[in-house]
Each structure stands twice: as C-alpha cells, then as structure tokens.
Nanobody, 126 residues
Framework: QVQLVESGGGLVQAGGSLRLSCAAS????????MGWFRQAPGKEREFVAA????????YYADSVKGRFTISRDNAKNTVYPQMNSLKPEDTAVYYCAARKSPYVRGSYSPYEYDYWGQGTQVTVSS
C-alpha cells in the first residue's frame, strides 16, 4: 500500500531554516503530483506548496512564496520543502500528500489529494 513518511521537523528560531523530507513507497512516484499542507492548532489544513510528477512545475501559497522551495527526487521517491526565513506563523504540523495525477492544475484543496503522511511538527520561536 501507499506510504508517505515525513521527517525533518523540529524547533527553530525565527529567521532560521528547515528542510523537511517525505519518503514515498507503494506507488509509481513520478506519476503523482506531490503537495505539502500544514495545520496549526484550531485552524483548517492549508495548502503550502505542490510540484508536478516530473518536477517541472511548482506552486506556492502566497504566504510562503519566496521563502519556501519545493523539489523532488524521483530516483529516491522523495519530495522536499526547503523552508527559509521562517516566521512564528509558520508553526504547524506539516503534511505530505500525493495526488493520483502527475498534474497539479490548481489542486490546492486537501480534498484533491489521495494519500497523506502522518505529519511532522514545525515550531518557530520568536
């Protein structure tokens, strides 16, 4: 079955950087668009970034544009967000998600994604 396992979360000071990883198994990785979402306490899960199956197109939420970079290594079945200039408002549980299509096509809703990881906590202190 499909498994997505996130890692790399932790505590970082404002202005710092973190690189998360999501290792996928049980799927033909390059056939799936991959996304990252986050959920803060008391808030809905929100879109952060997504990348098409071949990695040619990337999409970002306005709140992270210019600070986060999503990439993928299809040889390693892994997707990464590099998160720079972190702010306290970036504090959340970050989730990796896989979509049964290599395309994103404006799929920024969590309902557009079919498989989810367990999440990894990112805490940014001020």
């Amino acid at each position: 079955q499909v498994q997505l396992v996130e890692s790399g979360g932790g505590l970082v000071q404002a202005g710092g950087s973190l690189r998360l990883s999501c290792a996928a198994s049980g799927l033909t990785f390059s056939s799936y668009a991959m996304g990252w979402f986050r959920q803060a306490p008391g808030k809905e899960r929100e879109f952060v970034a997504a990348i098409t199956g071949a990695g040619g197109n990337r999409y970002y939420a306005d709140s992270v544009k210019g600070r986060f970079t999503i990439s993928r290594d299809n040889a390693k079945n892994t997707v990464y967000p590099q998160m720079n200039s972190l702010k306290p408002e970036d504090t959340a549980v970050y989730y990796c998600a896989a979509r049964k299509s290599p395309y994103v096509r404006g799929s920024y809703s969590p309902y557009e994604y079919d498989y989810w990881g367990q999440g990894t906590q990112v805490t940014v202190s001020s």
